[in-house]
């Protein structure tokens, strides 16, 4: 089995050493002998939780090692945080807020606190005004400027203002009205929005825009084209409210927009975008799912909520997902952490975790402002099977990289092509099987031999056949894709980030190092803009907006 030598062991608990040890003993082992030592493996390391199954059996752990991981979480005072999180703490530190997206999923009808003051009404007031407005569409009340209902939502968004309501259209299109269309407008691209457009009737077109901020350039110049096109159409300004929507915690700059401040749905400083599906930014999802089952993504996600909250440590899914995590990352020097969700529903599951998991670890300042000594995030990647395993399984069975996997199996399949979806299960496990196992040369003669081979081409063929096995996954599954389920699936990959920021010591919850982008986004657009190379440019800089002025005939 190749390790990298890239480890970097959390030497600030005093527990790291001994997981340095095991990590040497795990490496004179392999899960097949793991297994055969223990015929309880699989639900010794199995957890049931919100209507969840992980099985974390294929990982390179037994009962010493997992003990001393989770004497890592409570040395990082896990516990602890847990409860500062839930209690409306400002654990945001360098943005002074709280952290409570799950009080936007709370249903234990307890009040929770941000200085001093209960959130909880206001959380209960504001989604009574999703389901009034929702209730409007569905039931053909709302009418755009021609008298005519609406028929195609575009949700203008980007980041956490885009992403978890992406995933959670498409994981729930099972449940979609038949009579209206999602469409999204993302990117700063006029590709994107042409093609948008296109597809819409501007009569029965309604917007949301969908900024927590209402600052954010591609959605704010996105908003701006729609309105144009709109007018295009023959829109009156005057029907503006009828077309436009917006979500947004800057009531102000959005009413500054033109929207109507009736039609300005609001959220609160301590959602973090990426956290913020749960709340108005999420308006999309009863739109067009129903009311009822945006209840059950929240619900789904609650039960997760409770059993990161009061399962032990040991029994608990978040935080035996994040304390492998670590294992591999720090201990074994995996970089990256591929998520293959076996469900076309999922297909953008992975993009978004990548927000949620990049942009709150990617960070190497701890709380207290000291520089990490170790690896943070994770490269997040995946998408669905069986489709990766035409693609990149090759590098994850035989690759020179160690790569731990989660595979997510919904046991059940929504449509009626059964013998199709039981292939596809069957796939999700026979890999993890694969990587666990790998092939051995002994196999590989064997049937070569059988096939009828001579013995120098069964030598020759050997070591390019021979799989080395003793890849780690979990398999995380569940009944069927349903809001329950999929509101459970986001928060315990919500949860996992969260203990994994805490094991190593940083902020999960702000994002400097986007804003810097931005910044030099909007000093280098003035130069296209002006056809004009600013001379304190770096020389790369300044040749690539020379060839921007250039091939637009600009110079
Ligand atoms: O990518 C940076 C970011 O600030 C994200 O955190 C956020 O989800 C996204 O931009 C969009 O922000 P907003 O909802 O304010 O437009």
Redesign the pocket.
Known sequence: MLFSDNSTPLNQYTISNALVKDKARMQTTTLEKLFAASSDRFTRYSIEAADLFLDYSKNLIDETTLNHLLHLAEQASLPEAIKAMFSGEKINTTEQRAVLHTALRNFDNKPVLVDGKDVMPAICQVREKMQEFTDKIHNETWKGWTGKSIRHIVNI?????YLGIKTVIDALKPYHRNNLQAHFIVNIDPGDIAHVCKALDPERTLFII???????LE?LENALSAKEWMQQQGMPEAATAQHFVAVSSNIKKAVAFGIAEENIFPLWDWV???Y?LWST?GLLIPLLAGFDNFIDLLKGAHAMDKHFQTSAMNANMPVILGLLGVWYHNYFGAESYAVLPYDSGLETFTNHLQ?VDM?SNGKTVKVNGESVTYHTGAVIWGNTGTNGQHAYHQLLHQGSRFIPIDFIVPLTSHYHFSEQHTHLVANAFAQSQALMSGESPQRIKESLRAQGKDEATIQTLIPHKKTPGNRPSNTITMQQLNPATMGALLALYEHKVFVQGILWQINSFD?WG?ELGKLLGNKIFTQLAKHHVNNDEDTSTKGLIDRFLHANNLQ
């Open positions: 968004g980007i980041g956490g203002s969908a900024s927590k901020s209402f600052g954010t959605t973090g975008g990426r913020s930014i927000q942009e994002q986007v």
